[in-house]
Antibody
């Protein structure tokens, strides 16, 4: 069964850091681009970052550029998101999602259940 | 303000047909990038409904269909059912932003 399982969410103070992980199973992880998408309480979906299947290409939304870093370990089938200098408006449910192709252009066909990040003092 | 514009809400009676529009620009939909649609039921993760403008993943009923023209795309749902009540999002790639973009989402209410 194709599955994504996020972890690492929690409560953090403004300016703090958090590292999210996404464990993938049931497919050849290195063949597919992966993305992080977030959803603030009561709001819509917001793309955060993506990374190609090889890990050689990564992109970020302007709202997180310079603060967040996406990475992947294809030997461990794991996707990560290092979040630094967290702000209150980073509060959201964070989903990892698998793209249908090697590059993040073909639609996200598998989603995790989400992990909640709350930034508050 | 989302890069892709969707109506905040649409509604229809059971059995009816509804459409949800998604309007972009020359740097995303108009540049030829594919549009994808997602359904999000309350309290759950999004689910891919349509990929590549008009293709349905296995298991998605043929009541759902997508189309694209110029700088816009549409999702059509025929034979509306109570279980279709959800939020729907369009998504594409934007070359100016060098990343994916989502529409603001449309809440479908089945009357």
């Amino acid at each position: 069964e194709v599955q994504l399982l996020e972890s690492g969410g929690g409560l953090v103070q403004p300016g703090g850091s958090l590292r999210l992980s996404c464990a993938a199973s049931g497919f050849t992880f290195s063949n597919f681009a992966m993305s992080w998408v977030r959803q603030a309480p009561g709001k819509g979906l917001e793309w955060v970052s993506d990374i190609s299947g090889s890990g050689g290409s990564a992109h970020y939304a302007d709202s997180v550029k310079g603060r967040f870093t996406i990475s992947r370990d294809n030997s461990k089938n794991t996707l990560s998101l290092q979040m630094n200098s967290l702000r209150v408006d980073d509060t959201a449910v964070y989903y990892c999602a698998k793209d249908r192709g090697f590059s993040p252009l073909y639609g996200m066909d598998v989603w995790g259940q989400g992990t909640t990040v709350t930034v508050s003092s | 303000q989302s890069v892709l514009t969707q109506p905040p809400s649409v509604s229809g009676a059971p059995g009816q047909r509804v459409t949800i529009s998604c309007t972009g620009s020359s740097s995303n939909i108009g540049a030829g990038y594919d549009v994808h649609w997602y359904q999000q039921l309350p309290g759950t993760a999004p689910k891919l409904l349509i990929y590549g403008n008009n293709n349905r993943p296995s298991g998605v009923p043929d009541r759902f269909s997508g189309s694209k023209s110029g700088t816009s795309a549409s999702l059509a749902i025929t034979g509306l059912q109570a279980e279709d009540e959800a939020d729907y999002y369009c998504q594409s790639y934007d070359s100016s932003l060098t990343g994916s973009v989502f529409g603001g989402g449309t809440k479908l209410t089945v009357l």
